[in-house]
């Protein structure tokens, strides 16, 4: 049966999607990487103030994979995340960091108080310009905005056709460029990280699932596109018979100073 149910476009896809974590967040506690510490040193770092402990907000922490490495790293850090779920998992993993609910473009704490506000794997969902003007507003005089992107490396075959299939008719495309900054913020830096996470090969479907673009999807087109996930990894020679694989990455880094 054809349903009648019209196909959200635009700011509604996009509010759309960024709800489907709220179910995923399991899934995505298990399955998404973490970023390289090198990365978070470099995003991070402060080189008016070495070697000093920053106050560091994790925005749109989601179930905590970079606040870890922040809390590593010796941060005092903040978790804002508005998911309920993602929030929860973030807590459970990491019982220590507050977290509380929040969003770009409403974060709650004072004026002035951090050091530093990070950013991984979200930009995309924010409205840009009102994001710009809440985390100008938190940061202390000086104080950095750090924004990451862990982006596969689709110059190995296998990884181009686990994205082909991911990215199946996802009509948002991947987001992964350099944030767009408000006059608030002054010299820009960017630094790309190679890396690779070790991931089971069964864990590939899960990894896809943990997707918003899979996670909306009707059910039957869903089961069909993870099919294919699990047909890949049973066929590929790069995948067929291996209990592991790694994961090639490139963490995408853009680091800049408030005004």
């Not at 149910?5 to 973490?34: I, Q």
């Not at 950095?144 to 991911?166: C, K, P, Q, S, Y």
């Not at 990894?207 to 087109?221: F, N, Y």
Request: glycine share 6%.
């Amino acid at each position: 049966m054809t349903s009648t149910n019209p196909v959200p476009a635009g700011e509604d896809l996009r509010r759309v999607r960024a709800a489907s974590f709220d179910s995923g967040a399991a899934v995505y506690s298990r399955v998404r990487p973490t970023y390289p510490r090198e990365a978070v040193a470099w995003i991070t770092a402060d080189p008016a103030e070495p070697g000093r402990a920053p106050r560091v907000i994790d925005l749109a922490a989601g179930t905590g994979k970079l606040t870890a490495r922040l809390v590593e790293a010796g941060g005092d850090v903040l978790a804002v995340e508005p998911s309920d779920a993602m929030r929860a998992e973030l807590s459970a993993t990491l019982p220590q960091v507050p977290a509380v609910s929040g969003t770009a473009e409403q974060i709650p704490v004072d004026d002035g108080v951090v050091d530093g506000v990070v950013v991984a794997q979200a930009w995309h969902w924010f409205d840009a310009e009102a994001a710009c003007r809440e985390i100008a507003r938190v940061l202390r005089p000086g104080g950095r905005l750090g924004v990451l992107w862990n982006v596969r490396d689709h110059t190995v075959d296998w990884v181009a056709r686990f994205t082909e299939i991911i990215h199946r008719g996802d009509d948002l495309g991947s987001s992964h460029g350099p944030p767009l900054l408000s006059e608030d913020f002054t010299d820009v830096e960017h630094a790309d990280f190679p890396w690779a996470d070790r991931i089971r090969t069964t864990a590939l479907r899960d990894l896809a699932a943990s997707r918003s673009h899979v996670l909306t999807l009707p059910e039957d087109e869903r089961e069909a596109l993870l099919d294919d996930v699990d047909a890949l990894a049973r066929t590929h020679p790069d995948l067929a018979r291996r209990d592991e694989v790694a994961l090639p990455y490139v963490t995408r880094c853009w680091r800049a100073r408030r005004r």
